[in-house]
């Protein structure tokens, strides 16, 4: 199995590669164009791995992706580069929309154009694989529905938006050219290497150095948690054994207010890390709560009951143990975010192997 994995340095992405490199046998080429949020260091642990190779590549360049299907030749396509940050697509929609939007046709038509290529007797082994986020349904008005499979589109952020377009090319693709696809929407991953500007990492980070937790509105914002590893093994069991054609969606069963987040990572840091900055009493005395911003969503909730009932997936962790993973990899692993913070990470690039 030869598995093209778009955004493999990024957060989820590179979970990904991880976890396949680590318990698969498959070749990996993982295809990122290392934006800020992507980081090689956090594929330190598999760059040696004889199946895994890197390009840096731009899914937005159209004939270096054409290069790429023709030499690798993947059996699978797990399309995860995006750009995904809320509030970075209200300062600045246009990325959002060459990468997400753009860039997801470019892969698309190369994709269809080496399918097509295939001796028909070999098809049945492609598959195209598109990950994106609950955030295209928009939020939810109550506190007792979910976000199923069927729930009509209703993006509300520029992000969102794209993502949602994306999701529709996708599908078009699939209709139109009989490319075999298969599409699953998230929601909200945190654990290791998670990008500081996110807000688990941000609040931890923020906490060890006592700055103020900065938390939108009244911090009552309700979003399901899904540890990132367990989203990486469920991306694989879907690429693998999901139906072509269908959608999956993918949750943690772990729905939170913004401020209980907060309380809880301070509550981990007050047992875990005892040994407060200058001046600081209590973390959660760092709580601070600022404008909220504009069109944020109040509640995304997911029914991830297909996905459990047609291919046995299942998280692992529930909130508060893959928190806690979460504080004590951000605590035993300072170098690794010391360098994002200071913008070190970028400095060093791994070439194509």
């Known amino acids: 199995m030869k598995v093209l994995i778009t955004g493999g340095a990024g957060f989820i992405g590179s979970a990904l590669v991880r976890h396949i490199l680590n318990s698969t046998d498959y070749k990996v080429l993982n295809v990122d164009c290392l934006t800020y949020a992507g980081n090689q260091e956090s594929l330190k642990s598999i760059e040696k791995n004889d199946n895994y190779s890197f390009a840096h590549v731009d899914i937005c360049n159209k004939n270096d992706l054409k290069r790429l299907f023709n030499n690798f030749k993947p059996n699978l396509v797990m399309h995860l580069a995006a750009e995904s940050h809320v509030d970075r697509s209200i300062d ?43 955030e295209v349904y928009g939020d939810l008005e109550n506190d007792v529905d979910l976000f199923t499979e069927k729930t009509p589109y209703a993006p509300s ?94 949750g943690g069963d772990n729905e939170k207010k913004n ?15 005892p040994n407060k900055p200058a001046g600081v009493n209590l973390y959660k005395d760092l709580i601070k709560f600022v404008d909220d911003r504009p069109g944020h969503d109040r509640r995304y909730a997911i029914d991830a009951s297909k996905i459990k009932s047609e291919l046995n997936w299942y998280p692992e962790e529930t909130f508060e143990t893959g928190l806690k993973k979460t504080v004590r990899w951000y605590l035993d692993n300072k170098i690794w975010w010391e360098r994002v913070l200071s913008g070190e990470y970028k400095l060093e690039r791994i070439g194509n192997k």
């Not at 909200?188 to 980070?205: A, C, M, S, T, V």
């Not at 401020?259 to 890390?273: G, H």
């Open 92 to 134: 600045g929609p246009l990325r959002f929309l060459e990468t997400n939007i753009i860039g997801t046709f470019n892969l698309l038509d190369e994709a269809r154009q080496f399918y097509q290529g295939i001796p028909s007797g070999e098809r049945r082994k492609f598959k195209f694989h598109h990950i994106s986020t609950d």
């Open 157 to 250: 952020s520029p992000y969102s938006a794209s993502k949602a377009s994306s999701d529709h090319l996708v599908r078009a693709w699939g209709r139109t050219f009989n490319l075999p696809i298969v599409i699953t929407n998230c929601s909200n991953n945190y654990g290791p290497y998670h990008f500081p500007e996110k807000l688990i990492p941000h609040i931890i980070l923020n906490a060890l150095h006592g700055k103020p937790l900065p938390i939108y509105g009244k911090g009552d914002q309700i979003r399901d948690w899904l540890y990132v590893e367990d989203h990486a093994k469920a991306l694989l069991k879907v690429a693998i054994e999901g139906k072509l054609g269908e959608t999956y969606n993918i």
């Open 259 to 273: 401020i209980e987040v907060v309380n809880s990572i301070c509550e981990i840091l007050e047992e875990m890390a």
